[in-house]
């Protein structure tokens, strides 16, 4: 073996990543560190691979290589690139290298690259810990908690903290103008200081006393704790906290611990302190609550007890010998960032991410015990642990998904299109494919749009992305489909678009499902609108249906005899509709067999996929209704039955006469859905029908029976008037007592016999106004006169102040009834309390406000108070129809008015009336 090729040999084993790759970047030979590093395997495993199929996918993978072919088209090297990049075994995290490439020539030709992989991760890593560490000191800097000094080992100072400046009496401006530094604030009396000098002063890590000279000439008492910078033998740290107190008393010591307690207490991090043997001495809350357990608890662990239940990030059980403050005591070196899971008491886990520091003792030796910090890091576990199942999961549905990729060169408008991508642009797996292909395969509606997606994509401000739904018509099958496309566009240096890749999804189901859905809930809303006209509210529907699911709709109704007679009709060409009619006319004139009364018969749907010249002449029932399914010309057709009560009430024809357009078992389900709520609602037409037919015989009957039963009880109350006329002063003491209270009785059943004529008169449309010009206060104050009886009954008083008269166009008897339902309301509701009424003037509106304070109404009952027979209350309790407030109401809106209520339960009711004051012709009821 000569010289170069054992030097080959020797950097061929190197810790350093190689592989040899030819002109088509494929690898000739790669070595044990590289397919390492990148978690691949053996190499003799990749002879002949390109060498993208064996880097990890993504960004850095692709950068790679196209820079690699730059160095194979210009023969210039490329030298340390650090890229970054998911390895194969751990997707979630990433790594990091240098990678050089190096043209092979064969004379003036390049041949091949050797490429050259250096793993950096574990640089970038500590670089980035030391940046995270540092933004950690600042703010412990700024915090101003404690005093800190940055400083050289000259002695110079390059850097304060507030808390160190005000502590010795400087000002930043001292700092700044060299006034503080290591001879200034060290007494001139400490002779072993000054023969130590400032490196030994500043840097010791084991915190010590010393004393510090003020700028005034003030001496304190600091306890000092310092350390070089990482990597640095001339800048370092030092945390200075003032103790001179605790020379003068034992209680400003324990003061001054306290503070330095609470600030270790605060911290958000867990904190705790081992003695030399390693059992724990101290542990701040934030540790209790981290571990879940008490001070005490903690107190005298160590890591070798039994009870800590510690695991790997593996899942493994982790050592007490391995634990960061066992190894920081073994090897005298800080552990960092040590990750370990925890199960507390409760039974949960938590990870912690810690950090051990060894502690020396006075001679700078010995080891006197441990510091260890830690914080949560759960979330950030948990966070990647469902990153690589959702990396899993994302990987397996790409899998199972069917899922097309293109790739397009916006340069030479070059297209690749994988099979699956071809198929949903409707081409065999072997067709060619460009942009104009693509382009072409577009639905016409969604081209443009399309396109401007694409253009928008290829600009460097939109920064490549790409998102968009279109539809396609296949391109030799003639099917439509949704897609939904995403992609990216890469962009060279100048900013132009070299490279624009994605993939294709198909989404026609959820396409068809959503406007399936919003078919049926606008079919719904038409169903539900005129009850009134059933044939109008059948062709809307009609409409709607030629809109989005057929060329043509008929709707045919079965007749009392079995016939069958057309009521709605539409084609999407309004210049056809004379062709639907025709059709329709024809084909249910037929009393034979057909296709149609067979759909009748069993009750089934019937889909014909292909309706042909053949089928057309099994459904015609003469050669006229053969002509004019000809003329409508479809291609493919629906019958679905509409059924209420369990029977066929009708049928719905549906016919796509698009070529691409073939009716399959979805669309037979979309129309039995429509077709089951159109005959719902034929049904609840029936029902109106018959609800208006029973309402109209209710009312007649009340009309009738409230005339016939107002004859005898006027006739009632004549001769009670009679009896009363007629009795003695013996006989009225006697019988006076019951003579008045029939007479109430019969008062009673006059207004309900009256109320429930209204109610007739009111379903009727008969309510009639007498309007007058008139005075509202005295009608109030008349009506009271009237139940001066019924208020002394319920023991309430009425307040009503003097008011300027109030005029309007208003029928008095009506309003006479109004007031007196408020009235008797209030005395019955509000017994024992009194009842205030009011009369104002608001503008264009009179107000009455009649108010009682009794048992109020709850706002679950507000409602329907003024509907038909509503009521708050038990009629057990209280009696009546519940017909008082629903007849007021009517008959103040009558008047153009209004009427509401405000009510709290126990705290009473008041009821405002707001009638117009201008005069007019009363509004119909």
Not at 712 to 724: R, V, Y
Request: charged share 25%; with cysteine; glycine share 8%.
């Amino acid at each position: 073996m000569d010289e170069a090729t054992a030097q080959l040999e020797v950097l061929w084993n190197a810790p350093l990543g190689i592989a040899f790759v030819d002109q088509e970047l494929r690898i000739l030979r790669l070595n044990r560190a590289l397919a390492e590093m990148k978690g691949l395997p053996l190499p003799e495993a990749h002879s002949g691979k390109l060498l993208a199929d064996v880097l990890p996918p993504g960004e850095a993978s692709r950068d790679l290589i196209e820079r690699a072919r730059r160095v194979l088209v210009t023969g210039q090297p490329l030298t340390n690139v650090e890229l970054e990049w998911g390895t194969r075994e751990q997707p979630g995290q990433h790594r990091f290298s240098r990678v050089s490439c190096h043209p092979v020539h064969d004379g003036v030709e390049v041949v091949g690259l050797c490429v050259y992989v250096e793993d950096i991760t574990e640089r970038i890593l500590v670089e980035e810990a030391r940046l995270v560490s540092e933004a950690g000191l600042r703010r412990l800097f700024d915090s101003n908690l404690i005093g800190i000094l940055v400083w050289e080992r000259t002695g110079r100072i390059l850097d304060a903290n507030g808390r160190l400046l005000e502590m010795l009496g400087y000002r930043r401006e001292d700092l700044k103008s060299g006034g503080l530094d290591w001879l200034a604030i060290t007494p001139p009396d400490d002779v072993g200081a000054h023969e130590r000098g400032p490196e030994e002063l500043f840097s010791s890590q084991v915190p010590s006393e010393r004393e510090l000279v003020c700028k005034d000439g003030r001496r304190v008492l600091v306890l000092l704790v310092g350390a070089f910078f990482e990597g640095s033998r001339s800048e370092g740290i030092t945390f200075v906290l003032d103790i001179t107190e605790q020379k003068h008393a034992r209680e400003a010591l324990r003061e001054s611990e306290l503070r330095l307690r609470g600030v270790v207490a605060a911290l958000s991090e867990g904190i705790v302190f081992h003695d030399a043997s390693g059992a724990i001495g101290f542990s701040n809350a934030a540790a209790c609550r981290l571990l879940g357990l008490t001070q005490d608890q903690l107190h005298g662990r160590t890591s070798f007890d039994p009870r800590w239940q510690a695991v790997k990030e593996d899942g493994s059980p982790y050592p007490g010998e391995e634990h960061p403050v066992m190894l920081a005591q073994r090897t005298g070196t800080p552990q960092l960032d040590k990750v370990m899971g925890i199960y507390r008491p409760d039974g949960s886990r938590v990870w912690l991410s810690i950090n051990a520091l060894p502690l020396s003792g006075p001679d700078g030796r010995t080891p006197r015990g441990m510091v260890a910090s830690f914080f949560d890091i759960t979330g950030r576990k948990e966070t990647e642990a469902a990153l690589r199942v959702s990396e899993e999961r994302l990987r397996m549905a790409m899998d199972s998904a069917a899922i097309g990729t293109w790739d397009f060169n916006p340069v030479s408008l070059g297209l690749l299109w994988d099979s699956r991508t071809r198929a949903l642009f409707g081409l065999p797996p072997d067709a060619s494919a460009d942009y104009g292909v693509f382009l072409s395969g577009l639905h016409p509606e969604d081209r443009e749009r399309t396109e401007q997606a694409i253009q928008a994509a290829l600009r460097p401000e939109s920064g490549g992305h790409y998102d968009i739904e279109y539809r396609t018509v296949g391109l030799q099958d003639g099917v439509e489909r949704w897609l939904a496309a995403k992609g990216r566009a890469w962009f060279d240096d100048k900013g132009q678009a070299v490279r624009f890749v994605g993939t294709v999804l198909e989404i026609t189901q959820r396409k068809r499902t959503e406007a399936s859905a919003r078919f049926l809930s606008e079919a719904s809303r038409l169903l539900a609108e005129r009850l009134d006209r059933p044939e109008e509210m059948l062709q809307r529907v009609a409409r709607l249906t030629v809109s989005t699911l057929s060329t043509y709709c008929i709707m045919i109704v079965v007749q009392e005899d079995g016939g069958l007679s057309r009521v709605a009709g539409a084609h999407r060409d309004a210049s056809k509709e004379v062709f639907i009619r025709a059709s329709s006319k024809l084909g249910t004139g037929a009393r034979e067999p057909t296709p149609l009364l067979e759909v009748v018969r069993t009750g089934r749907s019937s889909l014909v996929r292909d309706f042909t010249p053949e089928v057309r002449q099994r459904y015609a029932v003469s050669p006229e209704h053969l002509d004019v399914m000809n003329t409508l010309d479809a291609c493919s057709m629906m019958c679905v039955p509409m059924k209420a009560r369990g029977q066929v009430v009708g049928l719905m024809l549906l016919a796509a006469a698009a070529p691409q357009r073939r009716y399959d078992e979805q669309d037979l389900v979309l129309a039995d859905e429509l077709a089951q709520r159109v005959g719902m609602a034929l049904e609840n037409i029936r029902l109106f029908r018959e609800a208006q037919h029973a309402v109209g015989l209710r009312d007649e009957f009340l009309s009738i029976a409230s005339h016939e039963l107002k004859t005898p009880l006027t006739s009632l109350k004549l001769q009670h008037a009679l009896i009363d006329r007629f009795l003695g002063p013996e006989t009225r003491a006697a019988v006076g007592p019951r003579l008045s209270a029939a007479i109430r009785q019969v008062e009673r059943l006059s207004s309900l016999v009256g109320s429930l004529l209204d109610v007739s008169r009111i379903g009727a449309g008969r309510l009639t106004l007498e309007p007058i010009d008139m005075e509202l206060t005295q009608l109030i104050r008349e009506v009271m006169d009237r139940f001066s009886e019924v208020f002394a009954v319920a023991e309430c008083t009425v307040d009503f102040p003097a008011t300027p008269p109030v005029r309007g166009y208003w029928d008095p008897l009506r309003l006479d009834q109004v007031i007196v339902n408020l009235l008797s309301n209030a005395a019955k509701y509000g017994a024992g309390k009194p009842i205030h009424v009011r009369v104002e003037v608001e503008g264009a509106f009179a107000l009455v406000m009649i108010q009682d304070q009794g048992i109020g109404i709850a706002p679950d009952d507000l409602p329907r108070l003024f509907s038909r027979f509503g009521r708050a209350v038990s009629e057990r309790h209280y009696g009546g129809l519940g017909l008082g407030l629903f007849i007021s109401r009517q008959i103040i809106e009558a008047m153009g008015g209004s009427i509401r209520v405000e009510s709290w339960p126990s705290r009473g009711s008041t009821f405002t009336v707001e009638l117009p004051l201008r005069a007019g012709p009363p509004k119909t009821p």
